[in-house]
Nanobody, 123 residues
Framework: QVRLTESGGGLVQGGGSLRLSCVGS????????VGWFRQAPGRDRDFVAA????????EYANSVKGRFTISRDNAKNTVYLQINSLKPEDTAVYYC????????????????WGQGTQVTVSS
């Protein structure tokens, strides 16, 4: 089964930027749609963004449109989440996930998850 590893989180001042990475452990990862989710303390895990296998189709939560950009480099088996104009309310653990499908699955259908990377935004 493919393993997902997130990185790129950290402590950043409000207004700053981060780029998160999600690396898949097998070459077939380049054929999977991938989603990013986040979970703030005491809250449910929320959908953030998703990208299909080719990168030609993307989806975003309304709350992050215009600030977050999802992209992928299939030669590197990596999906990225660029986060700009960070706000304290973006503080959360960010997870990537997949269902091993070409197309973006429904939010509740993701079945393989990474361990997450912490993003903390100071005001």
């Amino acid at each position: 089964q493919v393993r997902l590893t997130e990185s790129g989180g950290g402590l950043v001042q409000g207004g700053g930027s981060l780029r998160l990475s999600c690396v898949g452990s097998e070459q077939a990862f380049s054929t999977y749609a991938v989603g990013w989710f986040r979970q703030a303390p005491g809250r449910d895990r929320d959908f953030v963004a998703a990208i299909n296998w080719s990168g030609r189709s993307t989806e975003y939560a309304n709350s992050v449109k215009g600030r977050f950009t999802i992209s992928r480099d299939n030669a590197k088996n990596t999906v990225y989440l660029q986060i700009n104009s960070l706000k304290p309310e973006d503080t959360a653990v960010y997870y990537c996930a997949t269902r091993r499908t070409f197309a973006i699955p429904e939010v509740g259908e993701y079945s393989i998850w990474g361990q997450g990377t912490q993003v903390t935004v100071s005001s």
